[in-house]
């Protein structure tokens, strides 16, 4: 493990009970699964793998909606909170701890790859959209729902906008998402973060291509419907895309 994926490590695992916070809401479930499930590919048995888990957020409510789920995430206890969280569910789902940048599972092992909230985490995006293309199946589907969280720290305009958006949230007397204990830490980390240093989602969408991905859409007002009120205020400046891959 590398000085920076340990560091990385750690830090999930101090924010792993608390990451979770308003995520397990009806309406957040409509949202997003009103925009992942409309992407899916037709068929039956489905066999969805979860990357980056976390708190299960995509695990859970799509193992209710009768999909089989791997869900896998490098850090032990984000999968130990994702465990907790699925309740009934917990059997349902297969959790696994393991490296998105290295998975090992055999080629062509699921028909959809879904993501959320980690590329901008990873020490090597372009070698992990590789390994979601390979355990991918001909004709799946690779969806990763992301944003440019911290392109704020290399680009002027971005910081000011970002600062931008503290204050808004400040003055509507919103929840500060961006207000948590060891946010500082995180901006450290991301420092040495190749997404950190490039323009979202140009950026991905290159590296899919170089992955091999044969056909490559993009939505870059997908957050219009995924987030809350609460969340656009917060993240005006860091909007949410999705990207979407065929193998």
């Not at 048995?45 to 990357?51: C, E, Q, S």
């Not at 959209?129 to 799946?140: A, D, F, I, M, S």
């Not at 205020?233 to 193998?247: C, D, E, H, Q, Y």
């Amino acid at each position: 493990m590398s000085a920076l994926l340990q560091n990385i490590q750690k830090y999930w695992t101090k924010r792993a009970d608390s990451y979770a916070f308003g995520q397990f809401t009806d309406d957040s479930e409509k949202r997003w699964m009103k925009v992942v499930l409309r992407e899916f590919p037709e068929g039956e048995r489905i066999k969805v793998l979860d990357i980056g888990t976390g708190p299960g957020f995509f695990a859970i409510n799509l193992a209710k909606r009768g999909f089989e789920v791997t869900a896998v995430d490098y850090t032990p206890a984000m999968l130990e909170e994702a465990k907790k969280n699925a309740g009934a569910y917990r059997d349902s789902i297969r959790f696994l701890q393991m490296d998105a940048q290295k998975l090992t599972f055999a080629d062509e092992t699921f028909d959809v790859v879904i993501s959320r909230n980690l590329t901008w985490n990873l020490e090597n995006p372009q070698k992990a959209y590789k390994e979601w293309r390979r355990v991918l199946k001909k004709g799946g589907v690779m969806l990763n729902f992301d944003a440019g969280w911290y392109e704020y720290l290399y680009d002027e305009e971005k910081a000011k906008q970002f600062q931008q958006d503290r204050e808004n949230v400040e003055r509507a007397g919103c929840f500060d998402y961006n207000g948590y204990e060891d946010a500082d830490k995180m901006e450290e980390i991301s420092r040495s973060l190749i997404l950190s240093k490039v323009k979202r989602p140009q950026a991905d969408l290159q590296m899919m291509m170089e992955a091999g991905f044969t056909k490559l859409y993009v939505d870059t007002e997908i957050w219009q419907e995924t987030l809350d009120e609460e969340e656009k205020v917060n993240f005006a400046s860091t909007p949410g895309f999705m990207l979407k891959g065929i193998r």
